[in-house]
């Protein structure tokens, strides 16, 4: 299977900064989603396909990268994106998640 | 709206079995898969299987085959997961999310199940 490996683990961030979020696959993948998930919630889905924001997610979050390099990048931190982000492969069997990347503040 | 609704929270025994279920609503639902997807304690999400609704039509993960069971109720508009032979690994929230476009767009809220003698 393929695994995703997302760094760094922990990215601690002031309000207003950017954060970059990378995610690495063991090998190429033609789709990639990412997620956000706060405690006690489940995963919200952010990007499909790479780059493509799903409905009602605002627009400072953008997704981009292809084969097996993608980010996730939120342009401008508030302070309810501070969560752990996961990306997930869905375009080999079985479908895998990375190991998620916690966003926290500085 | 699309929502997902889980059923509630479970413990049981190891060797026993959980069945889990995910009422939808907002949409129709033999239109989309559902899949499910486990998240034990401090671990990354897990893909379990999925079904899609409209044919009955199933596909499990190896690590769970043989232990997992994915069924729906077309006319309850229900996806069922039952996991069996229960041991204390097993222990995670588990959701159901609906398919879309090889991502998952509305999950539900989450059940713990806990496995514990």
């Known amino acids: 299977e393929i695994v995703m490996t997302q760094s760094p683990a922990t990215l601690s961030v002031s309000p207003g900064e950017r954060a970059t979020l990378s995610c690495r696959a063991s090998?190429?993948?033609?789709?990639l989603a990412w997620y956000q998930q706060k405690p006690g919630q489940a995963p919200r889905l952010l990007i499909f396909?790479?780059?493509t924001r799903a409905t009602g997610i605002p627009a400072r979050f953008s997704g981009s990268g292809s084969g097996t390099e993608f980010t996730l990048t939120i342009s401008s931190l508030q302070s309810e994106d501070f969560a752990i982000y996961y990306c997930?492969?869905?375009?080999?069997?079985?479908?895998?998640f990375g190991q998620g990347t916690k966003v926290e503040i500085k | 709206q699309v929502q997902l609704v889980q059923s509630g929270a479970e413990v049981k025994k190891p060797g026993a079995s959980v069945k889990v279920s995910c009422k939808a609503s907002?949409?129709?639902?033999?239109?989309?898969?559902i899949h499910w997807v486990r998240q034990a304690p401090g671990q990354r999400l897990e893909w379990m299987g999925w079904?899609?609704?409209?044919?009955?039509?199933?596909k499990y993960s190896q690590n769970l085959q043989g232990r997992v069971s994915i069924t729906r109720d077309t006319s309850a508009s229900t996806a069922y997961m039952e996991l069996s032979s229960l041991r204390s690994e097993d222990t995670a929230v588990y959701y159901c999310?609906?398919?879309?476009?090889?991502?998952?767009?509305?999950w539900g809220q989450g059940t713990l199940v806990t496995v514990s003698s």
């Open positions: 999310a609906r398919s879309y476009n090889t991502a998952y767009d509305y």
């Open positions: 907002g949409y129709t639902f033999t239109t989309y898969a």
């Open positions: 079904i899609i609704a409209g044919i009955g039509n199933t």
């Open positions: 090998q190429s993948v033609n789709s």
């Open positions: 396909a790479a780059s």
């Open positions: 997930q492969q869905n375009s080999n069997w079985p479908p895998t």
